[in-house]
């Protein structure tokens, strides 16, 4: 079993930053690849980041290449998001996951509770 706890969230004016971060325990955090999915009101979860097992590989969905960076810290454990130039289109729920997936969902094994991003206009 992998627990992970998201935080980092907040209210942000547009064109803002946030950092969001996922403590991982249980297994070694490292044995997996780490994603960010997020979900609005009314939407469906959608892919954001992952970053592979090791690091040395990053992913992103179109809508945030460029303004957001996947990075972890396998020694701590820990997965971060960084978020810049957001815009109020990226408010939702954000949740990290631990499992084999990168964008796939369905091939993530443990989620997060979630922490709300809201961008104000």
């Known amino acids: 079993q992998v627990q992970l706890v998201e935080s980092g969230g907040g209210l942000v004016q547009a064109g803002g930053s946030l950092r969001l971060s996922c403590a991982a325990s249980g297994r070694t955090f490292s044995n997996y690849v780490m994603g960010w999915f997020r979900q609005a009101p009314g939407k469906e979860r959608e892919f954001v980041a992952a970053i592979s097992r090791g690091g040395w590989s990053t992913y992103y969905a179109e809508s945030v290449k460029g303004r957001f960076t996947v990075s972890r810290d396998s020694a701590e454990n820990t997965g971060f998001l960084q978020m810049n130039s957001l815009k109020p289109e990226d408010t939702a729920v954000y949740y990290c996951?631990?499992?084999?997936?990168?964008?796939?969902?369905?091939?993530?094994?443990?989620w997060g509770q979630g922490t709300q991003v809201t961008v104000s206009s």
């Open positions: 996951a631990a499992g084999s997936g990168y964008r796939s969902a369905e091939r993530y094994d443990y």
